[in-house]
């Protein structure tokens, strides 16, 4: 997986986290789960705002 990978990404932290609310998470949180996860494989210099939102919004409509 890498920081594209967004509804991918989603999924895996809405399995792993289901009690958490996506419209709450800060980005920091967000980018330490997504690098923690076993399938991911990029380094955190890849990341940006932009790529946290998307996996986010992913995120969020993964849960609605």
Avoid: Y
Wanted: one cysteine or more; proline letters at 5%; a negative charge.
């Amino acid at each position: 997986m890498k920081w594209t990978d967004s509804l991918e990404i989603a999924i895996a932290l809405a399995e792993l986290h289901p009690e958490v609310d996506p419209t709450r998470i800060n980005f920091v949180d967000l980018m330490d789960w997504v690098m923690s996860l076993p399938e991911f494989e990029e380094d955190q210099s890849h990341c940006g705002e932009k790529k946290l939102e998307a996996i986010q919004q992913a995120w969020i409509d993964e849960v609605e």
